[in-house]
């Protein structure tokens, strides 16, 4: 717009509101550009809005999408005695473990070897010369006292630098002229990890010895009467699914169970980002049938398939489960008027009580074989949920879908395959015999979590340039376009409006020339005038 003043001194015309609003009616063009640009912008706005909220639900999808995220187990450990506040077990859990009660007889801890030395006056107390020998089980090695090493401090270091199970160590204990000890620890606990040393003095006095204070032993325990000897006070593998961390000697009572409270948190977390999910789509695609107005989305093909998506996955059976719940509703979870959940956790925790394996499946992600000698390891994204025969022909393994004729070659070798194409592809197996002949069936069951997964990460994963991410890349390369534009436009424009200022003031300096002929002219005929009226 015009920044100078530019006055009709000779025309009298208000030559700068002439430019302003010639160069307004010009500058209507570009109004135009910054209209489509601001709802470019808007757009641009709300898929990013999109993308965080999807990004933010798919962080709770997640958290259910395996059997292993989606069991929650608590452990309750409980003393014989109710008087006793010793801790006796720290217990943790995992989806595999199942509910019940176990008695435990903890005898004593699985120890470490702890030997240490006489007191000295300070760690650089130098030491005879002579050989320490370490015996850790079935190793051992010798240390050189020489020259190099002969104060405490260096037998320390020289025992560190062994390589062994053990670490040296410096113990203040305190006395008031020789407070230093040299502490030996065995860095494993059991009795395999027992160390012993003994030293062989060649010069000097006896002043090197070592003395046991704390014997390596093994971990005594009992469940539910059965004698149990472990080298490490944690121990994985009594109870299938849990790990025990034996803290003290005592007895008493683990109870295994299902956190249904915790399970109920997961799903409700789910239920609350779906709604505001399927609330924010709702309104980014509306139309107000009264005012006509629509959401900023609205006609976007990209979101509305995203809408869908999400609907039918929430309402699809799922297929493959082993049990009595194959749809969400049954476990308590519904689809309102507006699209939006509700949970009913009453119903929920019934379901997860009764069977929580089968409601795990309608979230989670679960694999199973019909023979024995065929282990399902894993798939991925590509791979559909199904059923797929398999067989071994000529040593290779081949998969079809179930029913069909057509078998296809997995990829592999040994013992490990996966299958190479179709729905079958990225399924992870593995067969022990590879003796032509049929194999059973694999069985592939995903839930609503895990297909849920699937669509979100194609939405917002930008390696994978899916919709969402074609969206964004294709709105901001239109608004960088309406910058471009607008900058062109506006150059334009400035160019206008100076031509103007320069026509008007060129109209200035005319009007001006003919002004001061007029009135030559008029100045010239007046004296004519003059003349005849002075003879008359």
Not at 129 to 155: E, M, R
Not at 320 to 348: C, H
């Amino acid at each position: 717009m015009a920044q100078n003043a530019v006055y009709g001194i000779n025309s009298n015309l208000d030559t700068q509101d002439i430019i302003n609003k010639m160069v307004s009616l010009e500058a209507r063009s570009m109004d135009l550009v910054e209209a489509k640009k601001q709802i470019e912008q808007q757009k641009l706005a709300s898929f990013q809005e999109l993308k965080t909220k999807l990004q933010t639900f798919k962080s709770v999808v997640t958290k259910l999408n395996t059997e292993s995220r989606f069991i929650v187990n608590k452990s309750v450990f409980s003393n014989s005695s109710h008087s006793d506040s010793n801790k006796v077990v720290d217990v943790t859990t995992t989806s595999s473990a199942s509910s019940g009660t176990y008695s435990l007889i903890v005898n004593n801890l699985a120890t470490e070897s702890k030997l240490i030395t006489s007191g000295y006056e300070k760690t650089t107390t130098p030491i005879a010369s002579g050989t320490v020998k370490i015996v850790i089980g079935s190793a051992s090695s010798t240390v050189t006292i020489d020259s190099t090493n002969n104060s405490l401090d260096g037998l320390r270091l020289a025992v560190n630098n062994l390589g062994l199970d053990i670490k040296a160590s410096f113990l203040n204990d305190g006395d008031s002229s020789k407070p230093f000890r040299l502490l030996i620890s065995g860095t494993q606990t059991g009795s395999s990890g027992a160390v012993t040393m003994s030293t062989n003095i060649t010069s000097g006095s006896v002043t090197m010895g070592f003395e046991t204070k704390q014997r390596a032993q093994n971990a005594s325990l009992s469940l539910d009467g059965v004698s149990i000897v472990k080298s490490s006070n944690t121990v994985t593998d009594v109870i299938n699914g849990a790990a025990l961390k034996l803290q003290a000697s005592g007895s008493g009572t683990i109870s295994l169970s299902t956190d249904t409270d915790a399970i109920t948190t997961k799903v409700s977390d789910f239920v609350d980002e779906y709604n505001e999910l399927s609330i924010f789509l709702k309104e980014q695609l509306g139309l107000d049938s009264e005012s006509g107005e629509t959401g900023v989305l609205f006609g976007n093909f990209a979101v509305q398939h995203l809408q869908q998506a999400l609907r039918s996955s929430i309402s699809t059976g799922i297929t493959g489960t082993n049990g009595n719940f194959s749809y969400l509703s049954q476990i308590g979870i519904t689809t309102q008027a507006d699209g939006t959940l509700i949970l009913d956790t009453d119903k929920l925790s019934s379901a997860v009580i009764k069977d929580i394996k089968n409601v795990s499946q309608l979230f989670s992600s679960n694999g199973s074989t019909t023979d024995s000698s065929v282990t399902f390891v894993g798939f991925t994204r590509d791979t559909a949920p199904g059923a797929y025969d398999l067989k071994v022909s000529n040593g290779v393994t081949q998969l079809s879908n179930s029913g069909a004729s057509t078998f296809v070659n997995a990829s592999g070798s040994g013992n490990f395959w996966a299958g190479s194409s179709g729905n079958s592809a990225g399924l992870n197996f593995r067969v022990s015999d590879l003796t032509d002949g049929s194999y059973g069936q694999i069985i592939l069951s995903v839930g609503v979590a895990e297909i849920l997964n699937r669509k979100l990460v194609n939405m917002v994963d930008s390696s994978l340039n899916g919709p969402l991410v074609t969206e964004l890349d294709t709105i901001k390369e239109t608004v960088d376009d309406y910058n471009v534009v607008l900058l062109e436009q506006a150059e334009r424009l400035l160019t206008f409006e100076e031509n103007l200022k320069n026509r008007f003031a060129n109209l200035e300096v005319v009007l001006g020339r003919l002004n001061a002929q007029k009135d030559t002219f008029n100045s010239s005929l007046q004296g004519i005038q003059d003349i005849f009226k002075s003879r008359k």
